[in-house]
C-alpha cells in the first residue's frame, strides 16, 4: 500500500511544471563522459554533446578513459573531446572515473558545473539550456529527462521506458511541482505513516460510531479528493495533509475489509478467498502502472490525471450501492 501511495503521489504531483526564465547563457560547463571500453560509440556521443546549443567558449567536453583496452582514448580525441586517461587496476568503475574527472575540474577551476553523460547516450540541444536556467534560479543539482531512444522495439524497451519515465520524470517533476529537496520530499511522504498510525489509533471508535457501510464509501471520496488534491496543489503542506488523511482512511479500509471477510466466509474457505483478493489487487496494481507509463509516454503525464479521474469516478459510482448494503451489519453483532 504505501509503494502504491508513493506511486500514485508522483504520478498525480508531475504534471508539467512552468518553464523558467530563459538563462542569460553565461555558465561554463564541464560535459563529462566516463567511458569504459566504449570505442564502438564514444565519437557518437562526444559529437552528439558538441552540438549543444550553447556558446561553444563556454563548455568543453570531457571524456574519462578509464582503464581502457581499445581505442577509445584515441575516437574520443579524433572526435574533438578532451580526453582524460585513467589508469589504476585497483579502482575500477564509475564512480571513481567521476571523481577523478570532478576532482580535475575543481582544480581547474573554471566551469560553474559539471554535466555528466552517459558514453552510450544522446543528448538534446537545450540541454545546457535547460540546466543553466535552473540553476540561474537557485537550484543546486538538476536531473534532466534520461530515455530510450528506440522505445518501441521491444516489449524490453518499452519496460525500460516505463521505468525511467517513472524515476527520471514523473519522481522528478513531482518534486519540482511542489519546490521541495530530496529530504523535503522524503518528509512529505512520511505523512502517510504519520496518517496510518492515526488511523490505527482512530479504526475501533469510528468502526463502532459509524458503522462499515459508510467508512468505506467515505474512503472512496477520500481517495476521490486525494486525486484531485495532488493533481491541483503545489502546496506542500496541503498535499501533507492529504497523505495524513489518505493514510487514516487506508488503515480504516484495511481493518474494515478484513473483519468483513472474516465475518462473511467460511473458515475452509477464508484462505482461498483471502488469495484471490490478493492476487486481484496485485494484478491490478501492476496493471495500472504499465498501463499508467504507457499513457505517460504516450500522451504525457497529465493525461494519466484524467484516466485516474475517470477511474475513480468509475469506482464510487460502481460501489457505492453495493458497499451500503454489503457493510451494513455492524462488525461487533
Known amino acids: 500500500m504505501g509503494s502504491g501511495l508513493y506511486l500514485l503521489t508522483l504520478t498525480l504531483l508531475s504534471g508539467r511544471a512552468a518553464l523558467p526564465p530563459r538563462s542569460r547563457r553565461e555558465m561554463r560547463f564541464d560535459v563529462i563522459i566516463?567511458?569504459?571500453?566504449?570505442?564502438?560509440?564514444?565519437?557518437?556521443?562526444?559529437?552528439?554533446?558538441?552540438?549543444?546549443?550553447?556558446?561553444?567558449d563556454h563548455f568543453r567536453v570531457v571524456v574519462v578513459?578509464?582503464?581502457?583496452?581499445?581505442?577509445?582514448?584515441?575516437?574520443?580525441?579524433?572526435?574533438?573531446?578532451?580526453?582524460?586517461?585513467?589508469?589504476?587496476?585497483n579502482e575500477r568503475g564509475k564512480g571513481y572515473a567521476l571523481a577523478h574527472a570532478f576532482e580535475e575540474s575543481r582544480q581547474r577551476a573554471w566551469a560553474d558545473a559539471v554535466v555528466v553523460i552517459d558514453a552510450d547516450s544522446r543528448v538534446s540541444s537545450n540541454l545546457l539550456e535547460a540546466i543553466a536556467a535552473r540553476m540561474e534560479q537557485g537550484e543546486c543539482a538538476v536531473q534532466v529527462h534520461y530515455g530510450v531512444s528506440n522505445a518501441h522495439a521491444s516489449w524490453r524497451t518499452r519496460l525500460m521506458t516505463i521505468a525511467m519515465t517513472a524515476f527520471h520524470r514523473v519522481r522528478s517533476?513531482?518534486?519540482?511541482?511542489?519546490?521541495?529537496?530530496d529530504v523535503g520530499y522524503g518528509v512529505l511522504l512520511t505523512a502517510f505513516a504519520a496518517g496510518g498510525f492515526l488511523g490505527t489509533l482512530a479504526a475501533p471508535?469510528?468502526?463502532?460510531?459509524?458503522?462499515?457501510?459508510?467508512?468505506?464509501?467515505?474512503?472512496?471520496?477520500?481517495?476521490?479528493?486525494?486525486?484531485?488534491?495532488?493533481?491541483?496543489?503545489?502546496?506542500?503542506?496541503?498535499?501533507?495533509l492529504m497523505i495524513v488523511v489518505f493514510g487514516i482512511h487506508t488503515t480504516i479500509w484495511g481493518v474494515v475489509v478484513t473483519t468483513i471477510r472474516q465475518r462473511d466466509i467460511p473458515s475452509a474457505m477464508f484462505g482461498r478467498v483471502t488469495s484471490v483478493y490478493s492476487l486481484v489487487d496485485l494484478t491490478g496494481a501492476a496493471t495500472?502502472?504499465?498501463?499508467?507509463?504507457?499513457?505517460?509516454?504516450?500522451?504525457?503525464?497529465?493525461?494519466?490525471?484524467?484516466?485516474?479521474?475517470?477511474?475513480?469516478?468509475?469506482?464510487?459510482?460502481?460501489?457505492?450501492?453495493?458497499?451500503?448494503?454489503?457493510?451494513?451489519?455492524?462488525?461487533?453483532?
Open 65 to 89: 578513459a578509464d582503464n581502457c583496452t581499445d581505442a577509445t582514448p584515441e575516437l574520443a580525441n579524433q572526435a574533438g573531446a578532451h580526453v582524460q586517461v585513467r589508469r589504476n587496476s
Open 288 to 333: 495500472g502502472s504499465i498501463v499508467g507509463g504507457l499513457v505517460a509516454s504516450a500522451f504525457g503525464v497529465v493525461a494519466t490525471y484524467a484516466m485516474a479521474a475517470v477511474a475513480m469516478v468509475i469506482v464510487v459510482v460502481a460501489a457505492w450501492r453495493p458497499l451500503r448494503e454489503s457493510a451494513a451489519v455492524p462488525l461487533t453483532s
Open 34 to 56: 566516463p567511458a569504459h571500453n566504449e570505442e564502438a560509440g564514444i565519437a557518437a556521443v562526444v559529437r552528439s554533446a558538441q552540438q549543444v546549443d550553447w556558446p561553444e
Open 173 to 181: 517533476r513531482a518534486r519540482e511541482r511542489l519546490g521541495l529537496s
Open 205 to 240: 471508535r469510528l468502526i463502532r460510531a459509524v458503522g462499515p457501510s459508510l467508512l468505506l464509501r467515505f474512503g472512496l471520496l477520500v481517495e476521490a479528493a486525494l486525486h484531485a488534491t495532488l493533481a491541483l496543489t503545489t502546496i506542500p503542506l496541503v498535499a501533507g
